[in-house]
């Protein structure tokens, strides 16, 4: 079955420290993609990245960064000196093909992220 | 501004009602989804649509209805079917119903039945 576990349920750290979110996914395909979202307080979901399962470079984008090991089957993400702007909840999410075509996208339960000043 | 818009912010509904949740994209959008929120949960999936006057049933689909007659509009119905429809509800749209594209996340719908 198709799965992803976010087992943070919530993160506490003070500004400017680092912070690694995890992610560990379940899936039978052999091609599929990866996301991370960010949900502010405002609700809506931001995304963040998009990575598919044939590609394991690392990437880095300013003070967010991202480790995918097909190995471990993880997507993690750090967030490098933390800022209270970062304070949200964070969602890892697995695409999988849904009734023979369409994306559909299977979340994790999220990890709550605040950062104090 | 491109985006997706989600009215009402916030809504009350008795026992025993219907409602309906609007949901507008000016993405120029193929596809469009409805998911729903619990606390401590994942967001999972209602109902999506790949094209206009198409749709199909996600996980949690009994108690809910949509229709999707424009494409840039996917209103969602809460009936009185639904059990337990207290919950954050997110639209969404991509592109395409490709599994590589991202969705696009309105700001959402806080139903609470009274």
């Known amino acids: 079955a198709q799965k992803v576990t976010q087992a943070q349920t919530e993160i506490s750290v003070v500004e400017k420290e680092d912070v690694t979110l995890d992610c560990v996914y379940e899936?039978?395909?052999?091609?599929?993609?990866l996301f991370w979202y960010k949900q502010p307080p405002s609700g809506e979901l931001v995304f963040l990245i998009r990575?598919?399962?044939?590609?394991?470079q690392n990437e880095i984008s300013g003070r967010y960064s991202w480790n995918f090991q097909k190995s471990t089957s993880s997507f993690n993400f750090t967030i490098t000196a933390s800022q209270v702007v970062d304070s949200a909840v964070y969602f890892c999410?697995?695409?999988?093909?849904?009734?023979?075509?369409?994306?559909?996208?299977?979340f994790g339960t999220g990890t709550l992220l605040a950062v104090q000043p | 501004d491109g985006g997706i818009t989600q009215s009402p912010k916030y809504l009350f509904r008795k026992e025993g009602q219907n409602v309906t949740l609007s949901c507008e994209q000016n993405l120029n959008h193929d596809a469009m989804y409805w998911y729903r929120q619990d606390p401590g949960q994942g967001l999972r999936l209602i109902y999506y649509s790949q094209i206009v006057n198409d749709f199909q049933k996600g996980d949690i689909a009994e108690g809910y209805s949509v229709s999707r007659e424009k494409k840039e509009s996917f209103p969602l119905t809460v009936t009185s079917a639904q059990k337990n429809p207290t919950a954050f509800y997110l639209c969404?749209?991509?592109?395409?119903?490709?599994?590589?594209?991202?969705?696009?996340f309105g700001q959402g719908t806080r139903l609470t039945v009274v």
């Open positions: 990575r598919n399962s044939f590609d394991e």
């Open positions: 969404a749209s991509s592109l395409t119903g490709a599994p590589n594209t991202e969705a696009f």
């Open positions: 999410a697995l695409s999988e093909i849904y009734g023979g075509a369409t994306n559909k996208l299977i």
């Open positions: 899936t039978r395909d052999t091609t599929y993609y």
